[in-house]
């Protein structure tokens, strides 16, 4: 099956700081999610980016489905982006496979 | 809309012991999945729907059993409860667009102990 890892798997920011989380995936996928799992573990929407560019906020995302990585963009860290940053990539109809995972941690 | 809703919110169950989880969504969706998220882990999938009347099996789905009389109902059954099934429950939903295709929206879980 497809393989998913992402990297770093801890990160320690200050506030403000950027980040770059990476997302690699074994196999050629149509469709590829970010969630942020707040400390309450709730489970959120970023993005869906099977392929190219999106922006939200302080938030970007690009995936490169022939290389077959997607990078999540953080600009100016806040202490509510703390948590654990998950990549998932679709196999079948609607199976996501998921990543460990990315636990952020921003101080103030 | 409510989107994806799951109760209870927490469960204590006794080894043994059988339960129902309930999933529903207000989205018309086709799709419906149960996941489960176990310590410093990813989620994995247990069983998942295609439409009302169809289900099949997931990477973890020994214990566990669905249905799926409705679009809008998902339950997940626990048929007698153990230990490794301390876990948090999370409930999907998805449907196919050119926009968008399968992309799931998730329900805010069920915390399950097994003791």
């Known amino acids: 099956g497809i393989q998913v890892e992402q990297s770093p798997p801890d990160l320690i920011l200050q506030e403000g700081a950027n980040s770059t989380l990476r997302c690699n995936f074994s196999?050629?996928?149509?469709?590829l999610q970010w969630f942020h799992q707040n400390p309450w573990g709730q489970l959120i929407n970023l993005f869906y980016?099977?392929?190219g560019t999106k922006q939200n906020g302080r938030l970007s995302a690009t995936t490169v489905a022939t290389e077959r990585y997607s990078l999540l963009y953080i600009s100016s860290s806040q202490t509510t982006d703390s948590g654990v940053y998950f990549c998932?990539?679709?196999?079948?109809?609607?199976?996501?496979?998921f990543g460990a995972g990315t636990r952020l941690a921003v101080h103030p | 809309n409510a989107g994806v809703t799951q109760t209870p919110k927490f469960q204590v169950l006794k080894t043994g012991q059988s339960m129902t989880l309930q999933c529903a969504q207000d989205?018309?969706?086709?799709?419906m999945s149960w996941y489960r998220q176990d310590p410093g882990m990813g989620l994995r999938l247990i069983h998942y729907?295609?439409?009302?009347?169809?289900?099949d099996q997931g990477e973890v789905p020994n214990g566990y059993n669905v249905s799926r009389s409705t679009t809008e109902d998902f339950p997940l059954r626990l048929l007698s409860a153990a230990p490794s099934q301390t876990s948090v429950y999370f409930c999907?939903?998805?449907?196919?667009?050119?926009?968008?295709?399968?992309?799931?929206?998730f329900g805010p879980g069920t915390r399950l102990t097994v003791t």
């Open positions: 998932a990539v679709v196999s079948g109809y609607n199976k996501l496979i």
């Open positions: 980016i099977p392929s």
């Open positions: 999907a939903s998805s449907y196919e667009s050119p926009q968008s295709s399968y992309e799931q929206y």
């Open positions: 989205m018309n969706h086709e799709y």
């Open positions: 729907s295609v439409g009302a009347g169809i289900t």
């Open positions: 196999d050629s996928v149509n469709n």
